[in-house]
């Protein structure tokens, strides 16, 4: 099944192919060497993500963009930062950037809440 990407996501995926893939070696393909040298699929796409190991291995180092291709329709929007990103759960509001922000903030206001309460007394 092939993807399809857009050219901005192709520039992307190619720069993460050439910098990432452990089977790209110089503009050619590993997995598919069997004697002579093979040119890697991946990178002479346009249109579409071919390469099964890229997909599955070195796509998702890259979160936003694994968002952007791989989960257009279950993907969702950060809620601060209005970027996409692959849920881990059904219930998540922010991306993983945004997330540790909004982690720290609440833990702050929940502790200015108890010393606050604490010193009523």
Same mark, same amino acid.
């Given at each position: ?6 050219? &901005? ?32 699929? &991946? ?67 929940? &502790? ?10």
């Amino acid at each position: 099944m092939v993807i399809k990407i857009t050219p &901005q996501q192709a520039k992307r995926v190619n720069a993460l192919l050439r910098k990432l893939c452990a089977n790209y070696d110089g503009g050619n393909c590993l997995l598919l060497d069997d004697g002579e040298p093979c040119v890697c699929v &991946q990178s002479i796409s346009k249109y579409g993500l071919y390469c099964n190991y890229f997909k599955n291995a070195v796509l998702p180092t890259d979160e936003r963009l694994y968002a952007e291709v791989m989960k257009p329709s279950g993907g969702k929007r950060c809620v601060l930062c209005h970027q996409p990103f692959a849920p881990r759960a059904k219930n998540q509001r922010y991306c993983p950037a945004c997330a540790a922000k909004q982690k720290r903030l609440k833990a702050t206001e929940r &502790q200015r809440r108890k010393r606050a309460s604490a010193s009523r007394f």
